[in-house]
């Protein structure tokens, strides 16, 4: 007889949801800029109870024209997360500066994709509390961005935060994600690469346009679509059937002239990214393509 499937293990339940099954775990967001807004923005559309504690009065003005409910000092009591959008050199500051205002049960939570969960501190009280970190791959410029589609990083310094983590995700349509703590760096990296790099690879593509004597708007106008277009492949079609360009169909004299056409700056990116792209379609290229290509890129 064929074994039979195993159960699935049932998630722990957090306190809060031991409490109140039903219930949804209440939320204070402290710090009202771009992540706090659009977390806070976005837990109140989807119906959770959240607060905002922000720090300036300019950002008191904002979360109140944006509807969102104040909190003071007290609140940090009954949360059952605390999420601290702030930046990231603050948030052990910040953390051990909350230790007397939080619930003993209030869970922390921070938003920074550098951190690991030690940005905390080591204080023993601050070891008992549950701990997380709750990282949106979404370059957000405003506070009234949509985080929603987007993929969210999540780490929790106990097995029960986790499924709770979880919920929060779903609510805000977020696709989660699981990161090991040991590797958080390497994660980081990538996502900086998609997103902040991608900025940079686009400032690097309008400066070679501007080579040719194309001025920046203009510049900037064309690429963006094209940018979008390679993207869109790869969503299509994956990394390797989504790679276009000559490196993609082995044309040695075209990546030549490119060399030769571009300042030195913008030739170290091409000749880099152009390795990597090898990297990705060498098994279809001929032996002899494939060696021509990596003698020029990498001389
Ligand atoms: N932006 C992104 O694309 C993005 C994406 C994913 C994750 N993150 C992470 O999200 C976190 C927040 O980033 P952000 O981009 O939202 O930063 P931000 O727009 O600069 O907002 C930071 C907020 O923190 C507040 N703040 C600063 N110091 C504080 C303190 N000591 N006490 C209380 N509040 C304080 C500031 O208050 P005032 O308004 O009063 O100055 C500001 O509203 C960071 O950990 C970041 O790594 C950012």
């Given at each position: 007889m064929p074994p039979r499937p195993s159960r699935p293990k049932k998630a722990p339940r957090a306190r809060w949801q031991r409490r109140h099954p039903a219930s949804k775990p209440r939320v204070l967001v402290v710090g009202f800029g771009r992540v706090g807004g659009a977390?806070?923005?976005?837990?109140?559309?989807?119906?959770?109870?959240?607060?905002?504690?922000?720090?300036?009065?300019?950002?008191?003005?904002?979360?109140?024209?944006?509807?969102?409910?104040?909190?003071?000092?007290?609140?940090?009591?009954?949360?059952?997360?605390?999420?601290?959008?702030?930046?990231?050199?603050?948030v052990g500051r910040l953390a051990a500066s909350l230790r007397d205002d939080l619930g003993a049960g209030t869970a922390l939570i921070h938003c920074a994709g550098a951190l690991d969960l030690s940005a905390f501190g080591t204080d023993p009280e601050m070891l008992r509390r549950a701990r997380g970190s709750f990282h949106p791959l979404c370059a957000v410029s405003d506070a009234q961005d949509d985080l929603s589609g987007h993929a969210v990083a999540l780490a929790a310094s106990q097995r029960e935060l986790m499924p709770v983590l979880w919920r929060m995700a779903l609510a805000l349509r977020l696709r989660p994600i699981e990161v090991p703590e040991a590797r958080r760096a390497a994660y980081h990296a990538g996502a900086v690469m998609a997103a902040g790099l991608l900025v940079a690879l686009a400032s690097g593509a309008v400066a070679a346009f501007e080579e040719a004597g194309v001025i920046e708007d203009q510049a900037l106008g064309a690429l963006l679509p094209l940018m979008r277009s390679a993207i869109r492949g790869v969503e299509v079609r994956g990394l390797i059937r989504g790679l276009t360009g000559p490196v993609a169909r082995?044309?040695?004299?075209?990546?030549?002239?490119?060399?030769s056409a571009l300042p030195a700056e913008l030739a170290d990116i091409y000749r880099a990214l152009s390795l990597r792209s090898l990297k990705l379609v060498r098994d279809q290229l001929p032996a002899e393509t494939r060696n021509a290509l990596e003698r020029l890129l990498k001389a």
């Open positions: 977390l806070a923005r976005g837990l109140k559309k989807a119906g959770w109870p959240v607060a905002v504690l922000p720090r300036s009065d300019e950002s008191v003005r904002r979360a109140v024209k944006l509807n969102l409910r104040l909190a003071d000092h007290e609140n940090l009591k009954e949360a059952d997360l605390c999420l601290l959008a702030v930046p990231d050199a603050v082995g044309d040695i004299s075209v990546v030549q002239a490119h060399l």
